[in-house]
């Protein structure tokens, strides 16, 4: 991320600003490169630039961000530099170039996760939670699964938590996961490679796959409310392993929000177990649910 400085206007890379390489940390407390007041992440605003979004054909204002580092592998070893002249040409071919594949520019709904991103990096839509390189790779990908079940659950299994804008970059530890339950866009993001966490994750399901033994026709696997299980007698079930909604800690239907619309498949949010303003559940709606689930 980009900030601006309160006192002077100046533009301050917080990667340059504030992170300490030789002790591998982030300083609290960092200087303005211009006019050298002492500054806090919390009194700075973002800095915005006006982008034209091709996928739904508008202006928009997004949170500015720049490339600070480049993690890369020449056999079996790995490095890491900071991003020279052709390497910012590069990305900016990619920025320019179109993408000839449908990839998904639904709106973000109203809700309580997914303000956060909208407030913070201006990201309204679900495509701008991309990088255009991991966002061209996706739509590549899903052009030749779209019509495989199999594959297309482990499209949903990297996606969006390994590539997107919410993978977290830690200084010191590399890259990890995102925040997990929220929607949340921290100010150093990995840009994972998609083909690479792809093929990995490929691997390590269908490992986990060969070592299970059962009979498909054994098995029932719905999506449905659970105050209605369609299907199944009254009075057949000996054993139950649940794992309920935790009131208003998982807003379920916000966080699915990315992958389904891949999917073009969104949950029926209105029997959804949850406490949520948004939806006007309170406490009271969620016990009504929760008591027709178990119920049922």
Same mark, same amino acid.
């Given at each position: @991320?980009? $900030?601006? +400085?309160? %006192? /002077?206007?100046? =533009?301050?890379?917080?990667? *340059?600003?504030?992170?300490?390489? &030789?002790?591998?940390?982030?300083? @609290?407390? $960092?200087? +303005?490169? %211009? /006019?050298?007041? =002492?500054?806090?992440?919390? *009194?700075?605003?973002?800095?915005? &630039?006006?982008?034209?979004?091709?996928?739904?054909?508008?202006?928009?204002?997004?949170?500015?961000?720049?490339?600070?580092?480049?993690?890369?592998?020449?056999?079996?070893?790995?490095?890491?530099?900071?991003?020279?002249?052709?390497?910012?040409?590069?990305?900016?071919?990619?920025?320019?170039?179109?993408?000839?594949?449908?990839?998904?520019?639904?709106?973000?709904?109203?809700?309580?996760?997914?303000?956060?991103?909208?407030?913070?990096?201006?990201?309204?839509?679900?495509?701008?939670?991309?990088?255009?390189?991991?966002?061209?790779?996706?739509?590549?990908?899903?052009?030749?699964?779209?019509?495989?079940?199999?594959?297309?659950?482990?499209?949903?299994?990297?996606?969006?938590?390994?590539?997107?804008?919410?993978?977290?970059?830690?200084?010191?530890?590399?890259?990890?996961?995102?925040?997990?339950?929220?929607?949340?866009?921290?100010?150093?993001?990995?840009?994972?490679?998609?083909?690479?966490?792809?093929?990995?994750?490929?691997?390590?399901?269908?490992?986990?796959?060969?070592?299970?033994?059962?009979?498909?026709?054994?098995?029932?696997?719905?999506?449905?409310?659970?105050?209605?299980?369609?299907?199944?007698?009254?009075?057949?079930?000996?054993?139950?392993?649940?794992?309920?909604?935790?009131?208003?800690?998982?807003?379920?239907?916000?966080?699915?929000?990315?992958?389904?619309?891949?999917?073009?498949?969104?949950?029926?949010?209105?029997?959804?177990?949850?406490?949520?303003?948004?939806?006007?559940?309170?406490?009271?709606?969620?016990?009504?649910?929760?008591?027709?689930?178990?119920?049922?």
């Amino acid at each position: @991320d980009i $900030f601006i +400085c309160p %006192n /002077c206007g100046n =533009e301050i890379v917080f990667w *340059d600003a504030a992170v300490d390489e &030789e002790n591998k940390k982030v300083k @609290d407390v $960092f200087q +303005c490169d %211009n /006019c050298r007041i =002492e500054l806090k992440k919390t *009194d700075c605003e973002r800095a915005t &630039e006006l982008v034209y979004d091709d996928g739904i054909k508008e202006t928009i204002s997004m949170a500015k961000q720049v490339p600070v580092l480049i993690n890369y592998s020449v056999g079996d070893k790995r490095y890491e530099k900071k991003p020279d002249k052709e390497d910012l040409e590069i990305i900016k071919k990619i920025n320019n170039t179109k993408i000839p594949y449908w990839y998904p520019t639904d709106e973000l709904p109203e809700g309580y996760n997914t303000e956060q991103p909208k407030r913070s990096h201006g990201i309204t839509h679900v495509h701008h939670f991309y990088t255009r390189r991991n966002l061209f790779a996706l739509s590549y990908i899903f052009k030749f699964i779209k019509d495989n079940a199999f594959l297309k659950f482990i499209f949903t299994s990297i996606n969006p938590r390994l590539v997107t804008k919410m993978s977290v970059y830690r200084v010191g530890r590399g890259k990890s996961n995102l925040t997990s339950g929220t929607l949340y866009v921290p100010s150093f993001n990995s840009d994972y490679n998609v083909i690479e966490t792809y093929r990995s994750k490929f691997k390590t399901i269908l490992n986990a796959l060969s070592k299970l033994k059962y009979n498909v026709e054994d098995k029932i696997i719905s999506t449905c409310s659970t105050t209605d299980i369609s299907g199944l007698d009254d009075n057949t079930i000996d054993y139950i392993f649940t794992d309920p909604p935790f009131g208003s800690n998982l807003n379920y239907s916000e966080l699915n929000f990315i992958w389904e619309a891949w999917l073009k498949v969104f949950t029926n949010n209105k029997p959804e177990a949850i406490i949520n303003k948004v939806q006007n559940k309170g406490l009271v709606e969620y016990q009504e649910l929760m008591t027709k689930c178990f119920k049922e």
